[in-house]
């Protein structure tokens, strides 16, 4: 139950776009098309932003997408807004039925 | 409006236990799995336990197996995080959390578990 691989930090300016990277395994990330990301902003809950890969719940702005390409994931935030700034998890469904997450990546808009 | 509101945390001493709860609304509770996900001080989120709707089936994070065990009533719409042999590192807030096809779509506002002597 090895966490999931994302970088500590993004920064980009705001209007700009950046992709946030989620490395797993073929146990996880490239076995299954259950991934999913999350938005915390401090002392709050986490928000679910993207699930099964690349989808939207309703109420996610479209500026917001998620791809997979084997043990990667990405989500990618175009247009970048001061409200974005958050930390971001990635969470993937793993081959022991067990869920886990990634160390988290902290997005700065500059 | 789905609420997840957990309850029970506070500061317990190495090697003690406790036992959180999370009481569930504006969704039928039993056609639901769940999941408790922690958040030590500064940390990242972690997965601990996942329960099926109706009790079955049950996972553990290897970090708590042995020592934690999650159980559900569903007439009272409950969710429940029983804790033992607590260990510093188990310092964190806690969150009750829903499971939808291996998703989280609705999570709690957390309780904080503080372990020290």
């Known amino acids: 139950q090895s966490a999931l691989t994302q970088p500590a930090s993004v920064s980009g300016s705001p209007g700009q776009s950046i992709t946030i990277s989620c490395t797993g395994t073929s146990s996880d990330i490239g076995g299954y098309n259950y991934v999913s990301w999350y938005q915390q902003h401090p002392g709050k809950a986490p928000k679910l932003m993207i699930y099964e890969v690349g989808h939207r719940p309703s109420g996610v702005s479209n500026r917001f997408s998620g791809s997979k390409s084997g043990n990667t994931a990405s989500l990618t935030i175009s247009g970048l807004q001061a409200e974005d700034e958050a930390d971001y998890y990635c969470?993937?469904?793993?081959?022991?039925?067990?869920?886990?997450f990634g160390g988290g990546t902290k997005l700065t808009v500059l | 409006e789905v609420q997840l509101v957990e309850s029970g945390g506070g500061l317990v001493q190495p090697g003690g236990s406790l036992r959180l709860s999370c009481a569930a609304s504006?969704?039928?509770?039993?056609?639901?799995?769940m999941n408790w996900v922690r958040q030590a001080p500064g940390k990242g989120l972690e997965w601990i336990s996942h329960i099926g709707g109706t009790s079955s089936p049950v996972y553990y994070a290897d970090s708590v197996k042995g020592r934690f065990t999650v159980s559900r009533d569903n007439a009272r719409n409950s969710l429940f995080l029983q804790m033992n042999s607590l260990r510093d590192e188990d310092t964190a807030v806690y969150y009750c959390a829903r499971d939808h096809t291996a998703m989280i779509d609705y999570w709690g506002q957390g309780t904080l578990v503080t372990v020290s002597s």
């Open positions: 504006g969704f039928i509770f039993s056609s639901s799995d």
């Open positions: 969470s993937s469904y793993s081959s022991s039925s067990t869920r886990v």
